[in-house]
């Protein structure tokens, strides 16, 4: 088998605030390969989101260890972190987290220009991006000027650019209505299934999580579910994982 | 990435115009005066130059001592300059026709002139035909006194340029027609043979009445000699042959002086030289202690510009956490962080200064216009200014762009 997208092993992540010391993450393992479609789920407080910025490469934990594409990141340095984010990490943010003053295109091409890309290609690849999520007529517009489905489809167009090697999505429905949500997941499910895309969706959402293949589900910072389904709801095994039906993996949350 | 840099800072300052203006505000102020300032400056500084340059710089002043002077003896009469002195000089100088050209006394009298029925109070200045040669005295109609004239204590004057105007009334016809009337002071009548040209300035001729010496001390002084020490003089002057010459001359002078005046060895100057080089560095410096000053001032304007600056970078490091958090993200490193918010404080103070810089150019070309000055503008003042702002704009914004940069991703994320 191939080396895992990420891998995350015996991470802890402890937020210690004087008097008060979190546990937010206990032990956590869990491994995301190539092409497979991941919801990473629980309840607010369960620890899903410090997995998302662990995994992100947004925060780093207090132990454990963390491989992404094969790198170890406990070795990269603040500069290195940022290239890997730039190369490797597609984002895509619950409130688009869009720039207001750029147009749609130069929203895209940013992360391009860190990626130190001539201008020329990066107007190229960003509008073909914008093309592929169905925006190839929203190119000089800027945010205010775009609904909220239209925003989330440049913010993808955005994760997308730079090739990475996975989509992290961070409640990406959350400021969407459930039917502009649905086609956001669908977007999602088109990329994965026609490119082989890897995403990894953080949600509390159910509905969310029934459009995965796969749902990794914390409470009180420990995975207490890791089960793939098949969108018909039948858990099919090949990691060895627990074989469950979705809807139960759902009450958990 | 340094077009982007710049493109996104201007974005970002014509997000917020009038905040924007607002906080350019000290360094427009700071820039345009440095500018206005020096320019202006210099200016000033060039013709005062130029006046100098006018009298030659090869000449030596002796002047009066000052009775208030540390170790001065307390006598009647301290220091006047007398004919005695002159005279003793005259001899010396005429010892080194090397060193010395020429050597004229000053011998200044406060008089009422009258020319037909106009009367007014003016300067006599009692001289030699050698005057020309170390005053500026441009004869505009006539002549200047010849030496026979000088010898013979003639009754004759030249007028200054504005003292023929009060006299015989304003325009070229009636300055040339002066010449061949007669002015009459202390009840001597004198005839006019020539006219100065009005040069303006302080060291001018405009305001005087020239005569030979001894016209001025047997005709017009009678009786004002002092007894025992002939004549005091205001000044005597003397011209050199080279500028090298000064130090040289001057040690002469002083040697003879003390001779003719019986110093005592030990015993202080009871006299005082000067060369327009001291006095044009006496007035460069106070022209240049004035011009400092004002620069100085506006260098605090630009400094307080400067602290504008610094505030409104933290202000807008504060509001745009969010999209600090979403550039490192998107894979933003350190140092774009810090570029971009050091390169938006140096576009706001650069803009600033070109402002600033603009209204001084439009302003200093007006007045050199208005004034006739031609022209005056200080490029190195705009070069200074333009550095100035470059690098108030790096220092000032460095630490909020310093706090943008070493912000966690996570927590700039998080902001609300």
Same mark, same amino acid.
């Given at each position: 088998?191939?080396?895992?997208?990420?891998?995350?092993?015996?991470?802890?992540?402890?937020?210690?605030?004087?008097?008060?010391?979190?546990?937010?993450?206990?032990?956590?393992?869990?491994h995301?390969?190539?092409?497979?479609?991941?919801?990473?789920?629980?309840?607010?407080?369960?620890?899903?989101?410090?997995?998302?910025?662990?995994?992100?490469?947004?925060?780093?934990?207090?132990?454990?260890?963390?491989?992404?594409?094969?790198?170890d990141?406990?070795?990269?340095?603040?500069?290195?972190?940022?290239?890997?984010?730039?190369?490797?990490?597609?984002?895509?943010?619950?409130?688009?987290?869009?720039?207001?003053?750029?147009?749609?295109?130069?929203?895209?091409?940013?992360?391009?220009?860190?990626?130190?890309?001539?201008?020329?290609?990066?107007?190229?690849?960003?509008?073909?991006?914008?093309?592929?999520?169905?925006?190839?007529?929203?190119?000089k517009?800027?945010?205010?000027?775009?609904?909220?489905?239209?925003?989330?489809?440049?913010?993808?167009?955005?994760?997308?650019?730079?090739?990475?090697?996975?989509?992290?999505?961070?409640?990406?429905?959350?400021?969407?209505?459930s039917?502009?949500?649905?086609?956001?997941?669908?977007?999602?499910?088109?990329?994965?299934?026609?490119?082989?895309?890897?995403?990894?969706?953080?949600?509390?959402?159910?509905?969310?999580?029934?459009?995965?293949?796969?749902?990794?589900?914390?409470?009180?910072?420990?995975?207490?579910?890791?089960?793939?389904?098949?969108?018909?709801?039948?858990?099919?095994?090949?990691?060895?994982?627990?074989?469950?039906?979705?809807?139960?993996?759902?009450?958990?949350? | 990435?340094?077009?982007?840099?710049?493109?996104?800072?201007?974005?970002?300052?014509?997000?917020?115009?009038?905040?924007?203006?607002?906080?350019?505000?000290g360094?427009?102020?700071?820039?345009?005066?440095?500018?206005?300032?020096?320019?202006?400056?210099?200016?000033?500084?060039?013709?005062?130059?130029?006046?100098?340059?006018?009298?030659?710089?090869?000449?030596?002043?002796?002047?009066?001592?000052?009775?208030?002077?540390?170790?001065?003896?307390?006598?009647?009469?301290?220091?006047?300059?007398?004919?005695?002195?002159?005279e003793?000089?005259?001899?010396?100088?005429?010892?080194?026709?090397?060193i010395?050209?020429?050597?004229?006394?000053?011998?200044?009298?406060?008089?009422?002139?009258?020319?037909?029925?106009?009367?007014?109070?003016?300067?006599?200045?009692?001289?030699?035909?050698?005057?020309q040669?170390?005053?500026?005295?441009?004869?505009?109609?006539?002549?200047?006194?010849?030496?026979?004239?000088?010898?013979?204590?003639a009754?004759?004057?030249?007028?200054?340029?504005? =003292?023929?105007?009060?006299?015989?009334g304003?325009?070229?016809?009636?300055?040339?027609?002066?010449?061949?009337?007669?002015? =009459?002071?202390?009840?001597?009548?004198?005839?006019?043979v020539? =006219?100065?040209?009005?040069?303006?300035?302080?060291?001018?001729?405009?305001?005087?009445?020239? =005569?030979?010496a001894?016209?001025?001390?047997?005709?017009?002084?009678?009786n004002q000699?002092?007894?025992?020490?002939?004549?005091?003089?205001?000044?005597?002057?003397?011209?050199?042959?080279?500028?090298?010459?000064?130090?040289?001359?001057?040690?002469?002078i002083?040697?003879?002086?003390?001779?003719?005046?019986?110093?005592?060895?030990?015993?202080?100057?009871?006299?005082?030289?000067?060369?327009?080089?001291?006095?044009?560095?006496?007035?460069?410096?106070?022209?240049?202690?004035?011009?400092?000053?004002?620069?100085?001032?506006?260098?605090?304007?630009?400094?307080?510009?400067?602290?504008?600056?610094?505030?409104?970078?933290?202000?807008?490091?504060t509001?745009?956490?969010r999209?600090?958090?979403?550039?490192?993200?998107?894979?933003?490193?350190?140092?774009?962080v810090?570029?971009?918010?050091v390169?938006?404080?140096?576009?706001?103070?650069?803009?600033?200064?070109l402002?600033?810089?603009?209204?001084?150019?439009?302003?200093?070309?007006?007045?050199?216009?208005?004034?006739?000055?031609?022209?005056?503008?200080?490029?190195?003042?705009?070069?200074?200014?333009?550095?100035?702002?470059?690098?108030?704009?790096?220092?000032?914004?460095?630490?909020?762009?310093?706090?943008?940069?070493?912000?966690?991703?996570i927590?700039?994320?998080?902001?609300?």
């Open positions: 088998m191939s080396t895992p997208v990420i891998s995350v092993s015996n991470v802890t992540k402890v937020f210690d605030g004087g008097d008060n010391r979190v546990v937010a993450l206990d032990n956590v393992t869990m995301v390969d190539r092409g497979e479609m991941v919801a990473i789920m629980g309840p607010s407080g369960s620890g899903k989101s410090t997995l998302m910025t662990v995994i992100g490469l947004l925060d780093v934990p207090s132990s454990g260890r963390y491989m992404l594409d094969g790198i990141t406990s070795t990269l340095d603040r500069d290195a972190q940022a290239a890997v984010r730039n190369q490797k990490i597609g984002f895509v943010f619950q409130n688009f987290n869009l720039l207001p003053r750029l147009t749609a295109l130069q929203n895209v091409a940013l992360p391009m220009v860190y990626g130190r890309i001539p201008p020329a290609e990066r107007e190229a690849r960003a509008t073909a991006a914008l093309v592929a999520v169905g925006l190839g007529n929203r190119l517009n800027r945010p205010n000027e775009l609904s909220g489905g239209q925003k989330q489809r440049v913010a993808i167009a955005r994760s997308l650019v730079n090739n990475p090697e996975f989509l992290l999505a961070d409640e990406p429905t959350g400021a969407l209505d039917r502009t949500g649905h086609e956001i997941m669908e977007l999602f499910r088109t990329l994965n299934r026609t490119q082989g895309i890897t995403v990894v969706v953080v949600t509390h959402d159910a509905e969310v999580g029934k459009q995965m293949d796969r749902i990794v589900s914390l409470r009180d910072g420990v995975i207490n579910m890791d089960a793939l389904h098949d969108y018909y709801g039948i858990a099919t095994d090949d990691h060895g994982r627990v074989r469950t039906a979705v809807q139960e993996v759902v009450n958990v949350g | 990435m340094w077009g982007e840099q710049i493109r996104m800072a201007m974005e970002s300052l014509r997000a917020n115009k009038f905040r924007s203006l607002l906080t350019m505000l360094i427009i102020i700071g820039s345009s005066t440095l500018v206005a300032v020096l320019s202006l400056g210099n200016a000033l500084q060039g013709q005062v130059f130029e006046s100098f340059i006018d009298l030659g710089t090869r000449r030596i002043g002796i002047l009066p001592g000052d009775p208030d002077a540390a170790g001065a003896r307390i006598t009647s009469g301290y220091g006047l300059l007398s004919i005695k002195d002159y003793a000089l005259k001899t010396m100088t005429a010892t080194y026709p090397d010395f050209r020429v050597i004229v006394p000053e011998v200044s009298i406060k008089v009422r002139a009258r020319a037909k029925t106009t009367e007014i109070d003016a300067l006599v200045v009692g001289t030699g035909e050698g005057y040669q170390v005053q500026s005295v441009p004869v505009e109609y006539g002549r200047f006194f010849t030496a026979s004239e000088s010898a013979e204590s009754r004759v004057t030249v007028l200054g340029g504005l =003292v023929v105007e009060d006299l015989f304003k325009g070229p016809e009636n300055k040339a027609a002066a010449v061949g009337q007669t002015v =009459v002071i202390n009840g001597q009548s004198l005839l006019v020539g =006219v100065v040209k009005a040069a303006g300035g302080p060291f001018s001729s405009d305001q005087r009445i020239l =005569v030979p001894g016209t001025a001390r047997l005709r017009i002084a009678g000699d002092l007894p025992g020490r002939g004549l005091q003089m205001s000044s005597i002057l003397v011209g050199l042959k080279s500028e090298g010459k000064v130090t040289q001359a001057e040690a002469l002083s040697q003879t002086l003390r001779d003719s005046r019986r110093l005592a060895a030990g015993a202080v100057d009871d006299f005082k030289l000067n060369s327009p080089t001291q006095s044009l560095n006496i007035l460069k410096g106070i022209n240049g202690a004035i011009t400092g000053f004002i620069a100085l001032v506006a260098g605090i304007s630009l400094v307080v510009g400067g602290i504008g600056i610094m505030n409104i970078m933290l202000v807008a490091v509001e745009r956490t999209e600090i958090g979403v550039r490192k993200a998107l894979g933003a490193t350190d140092r774009d810090l570029g971009q918010f390169i938006e404080a140096i576009t706001i103070s650069l803009i600033g200064s402002i600033g810089i603009g209204s001084a150019v439009a302003l200093v070309l007006a007045i050199a216009a208005a004034a006739g000055l031609g022209m005056i503008l200080s490029f190195p003042a705009i070069i200074i200014s333009l550095v100035f702002a470059l690098a108030i704009g790096v220092g000032f914004g460095y630490y909020p762009a310093k706090r943008a940069a070493l912000l966690l991703p927590e700039a994320l998080r902001y609300e």
